[in-house]
């Protein structure tokens, strides 16, 4: 009989299914982090050891920093850092409070004239970077840094002086868009997902729907991929997919794909799983020891969606 309080485990999966091969995959590979926000969301896990797990990249300006993002190294605080710790705090619902007004803190302390995020704030100088994300002297606004953070917020109801010219900035960057690519989409569907103003919102994904489509920056064909030119920049084989842009259904970059495309994308997404019961990296690989950090990440990333889709994973 489990003592009062305990964690009830869900049954164990059965054997060789995606989630019995993953799960085996982190406990070999992955950070602290990971292995708690696995447990949290596949093994009736606690939210309070991820966040302690969390709590041991938060700096004391309010920051986060120490590699919690994978292609930034070393101690210092980051935008991209914080975007990637509300996260985790988003998907345990801690995403508030105290802990939310030092974050909010820190990014009115490293924001551009603008009022908006740089994708990287020059006290990383010095410290190891992937070499696609350049630390220059004077950083420019980034809707790349600064849509998933205001997002995030605006999900999860904070309210704070920052957001006011931060959100103002997402919807001239978004509404701006031309010629664009992959990871610029995606954070503009991550701020457009939770901007207030829903009819504005909606307006905004539909014309960058059009735009995706008409760019060919998701591949609608998985068994064709050498019809799909991968983007000025990116890896060889760096291609993006419709479940990349809707991570749910509740996405409004859902509506950019019919069904049959959706499900196509999916069924890719589940062959993916690879032999050790993890999902690949498709981003540059600039150092060994970031694919062993990255994978668990995305291995984790790879499951939820499946699930929220309503594919059985285990």
Request: proline residues 9%.
């Amino acid at each position: 009989m489990p003592e009062p309080g305990a964690s009830v485990l869900p049954p164990t999966p059965p054997a060789h299914s995606p989630l019995f091969r993953a799960e085996q995959f982190v406990w070999l590979t992955a950070r602290v982090l990971e292995q708690r926000l696995f447990a949290y969301h596949f093994l009736n896990g606690a939210a309070d050891p991820v966040e302690t797990a969390l709590d041991a990249y938060r700096n004391e300006d309010g920051g986060y920093g120490h590699a919690l993002e994978p292609d930034l190294r070393g101690p210092v605080s980051q935008p991209l850092h914080v975007g990637h710790a509300l996260h985790v705090l988003d998907a345990v619902e801690r995403c508030g409070g105290q802990r939310v007004d030092r974050v909010c803190r820190y990014l009115t302390s490293v924001s551009t004239p603008d009022g908006a995020l740089p994708a990287v704030h020059t006290g990383q100088r010095g410290y190891p970077t992937a070499p696609f994300i350049p630390v220059v002297d004077d950083p420019p606004s980034s809707l790349l840094a600064t849509g998933p953070v205001v997002g995030l917020l605006h999900r999860n109801e904070v309210w704070h002086a920052w957001l006011f010219r931060a959100t103002d900035f997402c919807w001239q960057a978004v509404e701006s868009l031309e010629k664009s690519h992959p990871y610029e989409i995606k954070a503009a569907v991550a701020f457009l997902d939770s901007a207030p103003d829903r009819p504005r919102a909606e307006a905004a994904a539909d014309r960058l729907g059009r735009l995706v489509r008409d760019q060919r920056l998701a591949v609608l064909e998985p068994d064709n991929l050498d019809s799909y030119a991968v983007p000025t920049g990116y890896a060889q084989g760096e291609h993006h997919f419709p479940h990349d842009y809707a991570r749910t259904p509740r996405s409004l970059a859902r509506a950019w794909f019919t069904d049959d495309e959706m499900s196509r994308s999916l069924d890719h997404l589940a062959g993916e799983q690879q032999e050790d019961g993890g999902w690949p990296v498709r981003w540059r690989q600039w150092t060994p020891g970031i694919l062993l950090e990255a994978r668990p990440m995305v291995t984790i990333q790879a499951l939820r969606t499946l699930r929220v889709y309503g594919r059985h994973i285990g």
